[in-house]
């Protein structure tokens, strides 16, 4: 089109729509699919209404629009994830969460490869934060990687893997389901130390594809039932499954408060025993709480345990 004054005009169909298009299209919604656009320097997207083009400084479309979504320019940054670490330290953990919630919510055909789809994703995340990185946990961020929960009324259900492919209970990776990290306030806790790092016995190149992460060491405590109150919450990963009476509990963070009251919150692992082995008592992941200091014995009923 021209007006009166001789300039061309350009005009087409209102048809720009990334997010429908492309990131809820069937192909996105499968497993290995996201680890190939996080990985890729740049991709072009044919869809039924247009050619779109990605790259990390943004989208390009047919109809010459650009777009720009903080959210996505970190799946389609060139140099994965450089570009979340020009972000404050709270983004940068957000990042890394965010990355994982979505990875839970994609299909597979076959369920085992959950723990192996991204596989390479996880080794350049390890490298770039400088860290050791396994089964969805990183060592630099091990307390709030730990508190996954499950997204959701759905129950999870465990991945049956075999025995040359053990994922341990306490990564995400060993159930099936959509997971979401428990909200623990930035600066507000102070972590824990009755948990040891399952990565503590790894040498070498850190970030490597060859970070087998193991047992995790940790004091579990007895609960003091019943768990009540305003602010308590208790997510089970498979809801119905376990009796309270015979959990115990092992402390991830505390909040940080000027005067220690019953009061104090905790941030906790809910885990069962499996069985007794040479004295050393085996327990496996059930689930995540958020309890008052009330809740939890700090003299009786504490042992030393691996959760496996």
């Known amino acids: 089109l021209q007006d009166l004054q001789g300039s061309t005009f350009y005009v087409c169909e209102a048809i720009d729509d990334f997010r429908s298009d492309v990131e809820l299209g069937d192909l996105n919604k499968r497993g290995w699919v996201f680890q190939e656009r996080a990985l890729s320097r740049r991709t072009i997207y044919f869809t039924k209404t247009q050619v779109y083009w990605e790259c990390g400084k943004g989208v390009q479309c047919e109809t010459l629009t650009k777009m720009f979504n903080l959210k996505s320019s970190f799946l389609a940054d060139p140099n994965f994830p450089q570009s979340a670490f020009s972000y404050y330290k709270g983004m940068r953990i957000r990042f890394f969460q965010n990355i994982y919630e979505q990875y839970s919510r994609l299909?597979?055909?076959?369920?085992?490869?959950?723990?192996?789809?991204?596989?390479?994703?996880?080794?350049?995340?390890?490298?770039?934060?400088?860290?050791?990185?396994?089964?969805?946990?990183?060592?630099?961020?091990?307390?709030?990687?730990?508190?996954?929960?499950?997204?959701?009324?759905?129950?999870?259900?465990?991945?049956?893997y075999s025995k040359d492919r053990n994922v341990p209970s306490w990564s995400w990776m060993a159930v099936e389901g959509p997971i979401q990290y428990m909200d623990i306030p930035f600066d507000g806790v102070n972590w824990s130390e009755d948990i040891r790092s399952p990565f503590k016995q790894l040498v070498g190149v850190i970030g490597s594809q060859y970070d087998i992460a193991g047992d995790i060491d940790a004091i579990a405590r007895d609960l003091v039932l019943p768990l009540q109150g305003a602010d308590v919450q208790v997510v089970f990963d498979q809801p119905g499954g376990t009796q309270p009476r015979v959990l115990k509990c092992v402390v991830v963070a505390k909040e940080k408060v000027d005067r220690v009251t019953d009061l104090q919150k905790y941030y906790v692992l809910l885990v069962r025993s499996i069985r007794a082995s040479q004295g050393s008592k085996e327990y496996e992941r059930t689930g995540v709480a958020t309890v008052r200091r009330r809740h939890v014995s700090l003299n009786e009923g504490v042992v030393n345990v691996r959760i496996v």
Do not use: C, N
Not at 107 to 121: K, P, Q
Not at 129 to 145: K, V
């Open 107 to 160: 299909d597979f055909t076959i369920v085992t490869d959950r723990s192996a789809a991204l596989a390479g994703l996880e080794e350049r995340l390890a490298r770039t934060y400088e860290t050791h990185g396994s089964f969805g946990i990183l060592e630099r961020f091990l307390h709030r990687s730990l508190m996954w929960q499950r997204a959701g009324d759905a129950p999870m259900t465990k991945v049956r």
